[in-house]
């Protein structure tokens, strides 16, 4: 999952927060998107401290993979 995921769903809680009527919901929505848009700030500054070159992730399928069949 990325930061831009986790930004996608924070907006998603705010749009729904603005919108909800029931206040617990309305809250709950509100706090959930500020956890969001903190992961996604973590995730961010970890994609930062990365050396060129070892990123955690490849271009290539997850082993075992043999392709459709």
Request: net charge negative; charged share 30%; proline share 7%.
């Amino acid at each position: 999952m990325t930061a831009v995921y986790f930004r996608a769903l924070a907006t998603r809680c705010r749009t729904s927060a603005r919108s909800c009527s029931d206040p617990y919901a309305k809250e709950e929505f509100a706090r959930l998107a500020v956890e969001l848009d903190a992961k996604a700030n973590e995730l961010d500054a970890s994609a930062d401290t990365w050396p060129t070159g070892s990123l955690p992730w490849r271009n290539e399928p997850p082993r075992g993979f043999s392709g459709d069949h």
